[in-house]
């Protein structure tokens, strides 16, 4: 396991009887050897330092153990949902809630075989686990650009607080062909620490700079009617794919999402729930 400077948990973050349960939750599975990945606020926590409330725990998982850890949480009197097959499932005790995350909101970043190597250990709430690598949590964190919500910060902050760190030849094979994606990442990290631009290591920046001028010099390709805005934002670029005739990222190969992942995806936007409630004559619960 790698050594990183891991912050304190978040105990005094989250309420007594919501840490109780995540304690809970987190001791179940490493009692039974499920592999699983602490994510969101708490690895967040653990590699920058930064500390914020959280209203659920966030754990990596493989598709595959779905079922398995389904029966667990079962066991302990929970109630579990596949909430969107394609990438997300719940674990409720009351109000409480425990994300299982197995793939990306844009179908983009399925967990796999390679989130598991060289983990870093940390003590969540009193547990011992294994948490998300950096280069994931960078990954799965560059593609959220909503309207309500935008991960650049933690991007910015992870970048500040540990590029020494960072894998940086496998953080640009992870990105594959989205590399433009890292490249806006890392130019707006130049823009927010002006005096820490020379962390990000010359020749990734050359490289991702090489690959942009190239690609600027080709002629448009096959994929000139694609939108992938959808990759960034489920709302944002509906009109382009609605109106204007454009095909939906998440429908090329670059997204394991299927059309109907696409259509449950976008009926649960909280807007298009609203106004399908004001349809009804009310409105209709969030997701």
């Known amino acids: 396991m790698i050594a ?12 007594p009887h919501t840490a109780a349960f995540y304690r ?16 969101g606020a708490f690895s967040h ?15 990596f998982i493989r598709r595959g153990d779905y079922e398995r850890v389904a029966a667990l949480m079962e066991a302990q009197g929970w109630r ?39 983990n870093a250990e940390a003590d969540v709430l009193g547990v011992p686990v294994s948490v998300a690598n950096l280069e994931d949590s960078l990954l799965s964190k560059a593609f959220i650009m909503e309207r309500e919500r935008y991960d650049g ?5 992870l970048l500040q607080a540990n590029a020494e760190q960072v894998d940086w030849d496998g953080l640009l094979q992870r990105f594959g062909p989205h590399w433009r994606v890292l ?11 002006p005096g820490e631009r020379h962390r990000v290591p010359r020749w990734v920046m050359d ?9 600027t010099r080709d002629p448009p390709g096959d994929d000139r009617r694609v939108c992938a805005g959808t990759l960034l934002s489920r709302e944002q670029y509906l009109h382009d794919v609605e109106r ?11 997204s394991t999402m299927t059309a109907e992942d696409v259509a449950v995806w976008t009926e649960a936007i909280p807007a298009r729930q609203a106004e399908a409630g004001a349809t009804d004559g009310k409105v209709s619960p969030l997701v």
């Open 4 to 15: 990183a400077p891991l912050a304190p948990s978040l105990e005094d973050e989250v309420p």
């Open 24 to 39: 809970r939750a987190l001791q179940a599975l490493v009692d039974a050897g499920v592999p699983f990945l602490v994510g």
């Open 45 to 59: 926590a653990c590699f920058t330092g930064i500390r914020r409330s959280t209203k659920d725990l966030d754990l």
């Open 80 to 118: 579990t949902e596949m909430t969107y097959p394609h990438w997300l499932a719940k674990v409720y005790a009351g109000e409480d809630f425990i994300d299982l995350i197995f793939n990306s909101g844009n179908g983009v970043t399925p967990v796999d075989d390679r989130w598991f190597r060289d």
């Open 153 to 157: 910060a933690d991007i910015a902050h």
């Open 183 to 193: 490249l806006a990442h890392l130019t707006l990290f130049g823009f927010i620490y």
């Open 207 to 215: 490289k991702l700079i090489g690959r942009l001028a190239a690609e």
């Open 244 to 254: 204007l005739g454009y095909v939906d990222g998440r429908l090329t190969p670059a």
